[in-house]
């Protein structure tokens, strides 16, 4: 058959990226303590297409997508790549997968476990050069020290979604950057409280205040030390819980970027 892909466009002009975008997808990745573990992912493959070629060929990318679909990390994305760039022709390839992942927790004081969802993605390009990495967003608590200064009982605290990507050139866990960040707090949070835990989170909450200015700070201070991440960006946003808005800080390190 005539493969009308290959044939000459009217407008000869190099496509950065063209490929499938958004496609929900169940697939496996490695889990810490349990080997695996199964989840639906939203995942986008492109790759750069010459100017002498009208098109690519769809169809390559879900093949691809199919034959690893049970066994997907971060250990796999570069080989996963390569085989993208070899089966459609191209010079670069590209992967994005977004994915919820689980992981149990039990609550500080009763123990009580519940599972905690934490959404995640793996970007990864090769090409002329080579780059891989790895975003988690990590629900915490904050709690205000201004409000902790000038009040006589009390003080307000708000949910904090940190976000991170880190560019990694060594093997990591996502398991232990979910934990890292939430160590980074006023307080971690939790499926399930019971009474004494809830009193614990509470107190321990009060005794770590942190400003957003704090929160991103001690994130990018810890992935300071980490010699897997070559560069990070960390951003958080607390919603707040006395103002009609939300306060927000970005901080990245590392690289040249």
């Known amino acids: 058959m005539k493969d009308i892909q290959r044939q000459r466009p009217e407008n000869p002009i190099y496509i950065h990226k063209v490929g499938v975008k958004d496609i929900s997808y169940p697939i496996v990745v490695s889990d810490k303590r349990r080997g695996q573990q199964h989840t639906v992912a939203s995942i986008s493959l492109y790759v750069d297409l010459p100017r002498e070629f009208k ?20 250990k796999k994305f570069e080989h996963i790549l390569n085989q993208i760039k070899v089966n459609l022709e191209a010079t670069s390839a590209h992967m994005e997968i ?18 905690m969802e934490y959404k995640c993605s793996l970007i990864g390009m090769v090409g002329e050069k080579k780059e891989f990495k790895v975003g988690v967003q990590v629900p915490v608590q904050t709690l205000c020290p201004c409000s902790k ?38 307080s971690p949070l939790y499926p399930i409280l019971k009474r004494p835990d809830e009193k614990y989170v509470t107190e321990y909450a009060y005794n770590h205040p942190m400003f957003v200015e704090d929160l991103v700070r001690q994130v990018a201070a810890e992935l300071n ?22 306060v927000y800080a970005y901080i990245e390190g590392g690289g040249d970027e």
């Not at 199919?66 to 990390?73: F, G, S």
């Not at 977004?98 to 599972?115: C, R, T, V």
């Not at 904090?160 to 707090?185: A, M, N, P, Q, T």
Request: charged share 30%.
């Open 149 to 186: 200064e000038i009040s006589d009982v009390g003080a307000h605290n708000q949910r904090s979604i940190v976000s991170v990507i880190v560019r990694y050139d060594k093997f990591f866990w996502i398991e232990d950057l979910i934990e890292l960040i939430e160590h980074c707090g006023s």
């Open 98 to 115: 977004k994915f919820p992942y689980f992981i149990e927790k039990a609550a500080p004081m009763s123990g009580a476990k519940g599972l």
């Open 55 to 74: 098109g690519t060929h769809m169809s390559r990318f879900i093949e691809i997508l199919n034959e690893h679909r049970e066994d997907i990390h971060i």
């Open 225 to 246: 030390k980490k010699e897997e991440f070559s560069w990070y960006c960390v951003e958080a946003e607390n919603m707040e819980s006395i103002h009609n808005h939300s």
